[in-house]
Nanobody, 118 residues
Framework: VRVVESGGGLVQPGGSLRLSCAASGFTFSDYIMSWYRQAPGKERELVAAIISVGGSTNYAESVKGRFTITRDNAKNTVYLQMNSLKPEDTAVYYC????????????WGQGPQVPVSS
């Protein structure tokens, strides 16, 4: 199993960034895909999640209206488009895969850093 994120890096406040997460080794369409983040000194938190059938999504209140999660089941890839970034969005962002009926994600990516700073 591989879960590989890309697209992290330094961005200025107000800027945009798109993270990608390519997965392999499991049936991607059977999994709920999520993005989590962990800021320095804080606990890991769920940022956004998307189911496979129908593409229903949910977001943390802090990112609603600014972040968008999408997935392409044909490419086994999930994306996180982040707009209007704020310094408080600075964190390590993790892609995670969770089968239905399970509370904790089964597979995790390595977590690219996203510093938001001028």
């Amino acid at each position: 199993v591989r879960v590989v994120e890309s697209g992290g890096g330094l961005v200025q406040p107000g800027g945009s960034l798109r993270l990608s997460c390519a997965a392999s080794g499991f049936t991607f369409s059977d999994y709920i895909m999520s993005w989590y983040r962990q800021a320095p000194g804080k606990e890991r938190e769920l940022v956004a999640a998307i189911i496979s059938v129908g593409g229903s999504t949910n977001y943390a209140e802090s990112v609603k209206g600014r972040f968008t999660i999408t997935r392409d089941n044909a490419k086994n890839t999930v994306y996180l488009q982040m707009n209007s970034l704020k310094p408080e969005d600075t964190a390590v962002y993790y892609c995670a895969a969770k089968p239905w009926g399970v509370v904790t994600p089964r597979y995790w990516g390595q977590g690219p850093q996203v510093p938001v700073s001028s």
